[in-house]
């Protein structure tokens, strides 16, 4: 039942002894923290993001993209075309035009693509840099987001263009930026032309590009530290008939309309003349933003035009991503794992943390908004590094909760309007998915082992459907729903899905039961009866205890197919992903979360983490299921809808991978966890061109073995991946987690490796981790400031203390 070419085409994964994977497209420079991508035609836009969860947007490595100020729906700033040819436009463009040649190009590749004598782009954390040469002109831009402002009434990103005439003789040159700015609305600017197009109109006040309507005070602008020569503010007018923006008419005739745009499309393009002689250089500044109050506009141009101000943005920036990232630091044999580690996975972390499934080069910012789920397990992998913040997004997500215990399953973050999500669209389902409330006890338990911030259970939060509670009744009312949500095994009814949003087995006869939520609820009071414990709360901890062992012993008893567990039962009260099946004999998340959920008896674990090794394993991270569906299947419906091999249908869905590396460490299975982790880190793919997405984050999935495109990486960035590889290697490969009574490190190494250090910041104390093995074993003794001590929870220091030494020992 192996998965057909599953252990036959792909090279192997080097081992992490190899030297670092060449990647024909770019490269990490860690001394800089950047992914530097050295050629413009990389098999997908690489993207990066720019601010903070505030103001901000998406950017690829030739400058497209889009902005948006907190909500990419309701506050949009400029559009984006997504799927069409060419690809990746429109983005933050700036033209330059010979004056004397009348050429033209621009140093970002896109939107002319001409080429170029010199490329490089660098993604860095919450910056990008592109840099272009042509004919001894050399440019660059910096596109930044000044952390600071975007809480300000007028937020802006700062475009800072640098030129520099490389050549023997004085250069004339005139610039043309280009934005297309979109209706605040995005949806109606999609979908309601008519309207928006004759309600959105540019203008040019005091050199600055305005783009307004009536209906709203919302302002988007472009402006620039220099004033212009002149402006186009249409962009019919600043394209051409018959042309497109390869080659715009402005910028081929050299002059500006000094038009606005009283209808139709609004682009903010400001032209400069730069008179370069040899070797000299000139730096301009852009800003494009939005605001409630353009009165704030001037003030905020004025304040960049020194150009002190803009650099100590930027160091700001830097400076806030070094505290960010100083948290956590490690470094061990694997190069990558460090790498990634030390970097990307937490920019990545960060970025779902802001953004959730919301806006990336897959989702377009005007469908899903934040996912409940979703953005739970986001806090995972940030709440080591940003507290406060995961803090107030648990706040968030439980004003989601109804009175029953059941969440909406996704809410806009402006407009703040909660919803089913795909459920919507069959409403004679259940509107509730099965786990939704239960991630918001996970999450809510691993901030609280974090910060001991237990305050946090006496906050009020609202009830969707009125009134209010603590967070405490909040994370009861959860345990509730699931209780109260039962099939006839005793396991929680599926829902319109649990977290595999495409296995929609639930259409009403209260039927279908999700032996996998089962295990997400066992997770979940297993959470609480901790956290009763650590606050004295005896017999609440002895009833959550107790309704893990109930849980526990339904899902053995109904869910066990002998070599496996079972991974749902159909609306029928058939049994899904149980052996002799045509189609999903096996899914991974059942046996993953036995362990995860403390669910299977030890010989089960094993047996259950083996068989899905085995059956669904493969170079690049085992299989969601196998073997997949080919062609509706009305048991499942959704997982069916997808080709064989393809996401949920028997694709490597990454984030349920992450899942299986954080078993097999959970069972001292070191090494299995190091090569599943390795399968799945995008920067040990040697194969760019098949795998296409970025090297430096977490795809969500990769086609599996059943796929003609094995192997091809998709929807990168905004994936619950980065927080459970994250936790997955922090907490359970490296060891390091925390606990009530202090930070527990118990690494399950492989036996290959010689040690590590980390370091890593828990209430305010700086630990500095120095793992040393010294024998083939998995017996691990702690020194702690000198002094043995006899377990792996290393203790709080006194007050006053803010750094500790470990030596860790392995024999
Ligand atoms: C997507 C969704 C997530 C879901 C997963 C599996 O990543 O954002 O909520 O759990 O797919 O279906």
Not at 201 to 220: A, F
Not at 340 to 359: E, P
């Amino acid at each position: 039942m192996r998965a057909p070419g599953a252990d036959a085409e792909p090279e192997p994964v080097p081992a992490f002894e190899a030297a670092p994977a060449a990647n024909p497209y770019g490269h990490l420079d860690t001394a800089t923290r950047e992914f530097v991508i050295t050629r413009p035609d990389t098999p997908t836009p690489w993207l990066n993001y720019l601010g903070q969860g505030g103001y901000g947007g998406v950017i690829s490595n030739t400058a497209g993209g889009f902005s948006f100020d907190r909500d990419p729906r309701n506050r949009r700033v400029t559009r984006y075309r997504y799927n069409s040819i060419p690809a990746d436009q429109p983005g933050r463009y700036v033209y330059l035009r010979d004056q004397e040649t009348g050429e033209s190009w621009s140093p970002t590749w896109q939107p002319v693509r001409r080429r170029l004598d010199a490329y490089e782009c660098r993604h860095g954390p919450g910056y990008t840099r592109i840099c272009g040469a042509l004919g001894g002109i050399e440019a660059t831009i910096l596109y930044f987001v000044p952390p600071g402002d975007q809480d300000e009434p007028c937020p802006c990103e700062l475009w800072v263009l640098r030129v520099r005439n490389a050549g023997a003789t004085r250069r004339r040159l005139r610039t043309f930026s280009y934005a297309e700015f979109g209706f605040v609305d995005a949806v109606s600017d999609q979908q309601n032309l008519d309207w928006s197009q004759h309600i959105v109109s540019s203008r040019s006040e005091d050199d600055v590009i305005l783009v307004t309507t009536r209906v709203r005070p919302t302002t988007s602008f472009l402006a620039s530290t220099v004033p212009p020569l002149g402006f186009t503010g249409d962009r019919e007018d600043f394209v051409g008939r018959g042309r497109d923006l390869a080659s715009p008419v402005v910028v081929e005739t050299g002059q500006p309309t000094n038009a606005g745009s009283p209808r139709g499309n609004s682009v903010g393009s400001l032209c400069h003349e730069l008179d370069l002689g040899p070797g000299e250089v000139r730096q301009l500044v852009y800003l494009m933003g939005v605001t409630d109050q353009p009165a704030e506009i001037a003030r905020v141009i004025a304040r960049y035009r020194d150009p002190g101000v803009v650099e100590a943005a930027l160091a700001a920036l830097q400076a806030d991503w070094d505290a960010y990232l100083s948290r956590f630091r490690v470094d061990t044999p694997d190069h990558e794992m460090t790498a990634m580690l030390n970097v990307w996975n937490q920019v990545q972390c960060r970025t779902t943390l802001h953004w959730s499934r919301f806006v990336s080069g897959y989702e377009t910012g005007l469908g899903r908004g934040m996912g409940t789920r979703d953005s739970a397990q986001d806090t995972l992998g940030a709440v080591h590094a940003d507290p406060d913040r995961a803090r107030q997004t648990l706040l968030r997500l439980w004003e989601l909760q109804f009175r029953d215990g059941h969440a909406w399953h996704q809410v806009f973050p402006l407009s703040g309007e909660g919803g089913p999500g795909l459920a919507a669209e069959h409403p004679d389902w259940p509107q509730w998915f099965s786990d939704d409330h239960l991630w918001l006890v996970v999450a809510s338990c691993a901030y609280l082992r974090e910060t001991d911030d237990v305050a946090l259970l006496d906050e009020r939060a609202g009830w969707t459907d009125g009134g209010g509670d603590t967070v405490w009744a909040h994370l009861v009312a959860a345990v509730e729903f699931t209780l109260a949500h039962r099939g006839p095994h005793g396991l929680p009814r599926s829902g319109f899905a649990d977290w595999d949003d495409t296995l929609n087995v639930d259409h009403g006869s209260g039927r279908a039961e999700s032996p996998w939520t089962a295990m997400l609820f066992c997770r979940a009071v297993l959470d609480l009866a901790e956290l009763c414990q650590h606050l004295g709360r005896g017999a609440e901890a002895t009833r959550f205890g107790g309704l893990h062992a109930d849980m526990a012993a339904v899902v053995n008893a109904s869910a066990w197919d002998g070599a496996w567990y079972a991974r749902a039962f159909d609306d029928e009260g058939r049994p899904i992903g149980v052996a002799g099946e045509a189609h999903q004999e096996i899914n991974l998340n059942p046996q993953t979360w036995s362990v995860i959920g403390h669910v299977a008896p030890p010989e089960r674990a094993e047996l259950a983490i083996r068989s899905a090794d085995e059956l669904l394993g493969t170079p690049f991270g085992p299989m969601l299921l196998w073997p997949p569906y080919d062609g509706w299947d009305g048991r499942v419906c959704g997982t069916s809808s997808y080709p064989p091999g393809a996401k949920e249908n028997g694709g490597i869905f990454c984030h349920a991978g992450a899942w299986m590396v954080m078993a097999a460490a959970m069972l001292g299975r070191a090494d299995d966890a190091c090569r599943h982790y390795r399968e799945l880190m995008p920067l040990a793919r040697t194969d760019a061109d098949r795998y296409r997405s970025e090297p430096y984050v977490y795809p969500q999935n990769v086609c599996g073995p059943a796929h003609p495109q094995f192997g091809l990486a998709r929807n990168s960035w905004l994936t619950g991946t980065a927080a459970w590889m994250f936790v997955a290697a922090t907490h359970w490969i490296l060891g390091i987690r925390p606990e009530y009574e202090g930070l527990r490190i118990a690494p399950v190494i492989p036996a290959a490796w010689t040690g590590f250090r980390a370091r890593r910041e828990f209430r305010g104390v700086a630990y500095e981790i120095d793992v040393r093995r010294d024998g083939p074993g998995t017996d691990i003794s702690l020194v702690v400031d000198g002094r043995p001590i006899d377990t792996t929870v290393v203790p709080l220091p006194g007050p006053g203390t803010t750094s500790v030494a470990v030596e860790v020992i392995i024999r």
